[in-house]
Structures are given as structure tokens and as C-alpha cells.
């Protein structure tokens, strides 16, 4: 089975929560969760979400994970094309 991760990035004055839908290869709605992360870059709070978002796909027992973005810089970092952050501890954890 594959799955489909979908995340919200919210930001106002630097301040930052995450909101993300996991959802299962028909579109179904599994599982959400949400975080609060205080003043914080948008650039790392779509790493956040990736990362929240694998961690409990990967807790399910899920291994093919699609993974949407509108930012191009995020997905870059993700498929290890971009030698931007690619010794942070928020991106290695999410490779598996």
C-alpha cells in the first residue's frame, strides 16, 4: 500500500505551527497531527512536518511514502540533490 502525506505550513510574524494529514493511497483521511514550533524558518518548518509525518508512517508500518511540497528547496533537501543541510540531524533522521 502506498500513502500520501500532505502537510500545512503556517507562519506569521516568524512564528510557526505545522498541521499534517496523512492520508492513504485512495485519499482517505487517516491520522493528523499538529505541532506548535515558535519562531522558526519555513524552510525548517517543512522539515518538521516531513519528519512528523514519517516518524508516524514509519510507527504504522508504512514504507512507500510519497511526498508533496510546494517548495522546490524542500525537495531537493528530501532526494539528497542538494548539499543544503545535509548534515542536519532533522534531515538525516528522515532517511531510512
Known amino acids: ?15 510557526a505551527g505545522i498541521g499534517v494529514d496523512f492520508r492513504d ?17 519555513v524552510l525548517l518548518v517543512e522539515l518538521w ?6 516518524i508516524h508512517a514509519w510507527s504504522r508500518g508504512y514504507r512507500r511514502i510519497e511526498l508533496e511540497s510546494d517548495s522546490l528547496e524542500v525537495m531537493k ?4 540533490k542538494s548539499t543544503v543541510m545535509k548534515e542536519n540531524g532533522l534531515v538525516l533522521s528522515t532517511k531510512r
Not at 533537501?77 to 539528497?80: A, R
Request: one cysteine or more; hydrophobic letters at 50%.
Open 49 to 54: 512536518a516531513i519528519h512528523d509525518d514519517l
Open 77 to 80: 533537501i528530501t532526494n539528497l
Open 25 to 41: 493511497n485512495e485519499g482517505r483521511w487517516l491520522y493528523g497531527t499538529a505541532r506548535f514550533l515558535g519562531g522558526c524558518i
Open 1 to 15: 500500500m502506498s500513502t500520501r502525506l500532505l502537510w500545512i505550513v503556517l507562519t506569521l510574524d516568524n512564528i
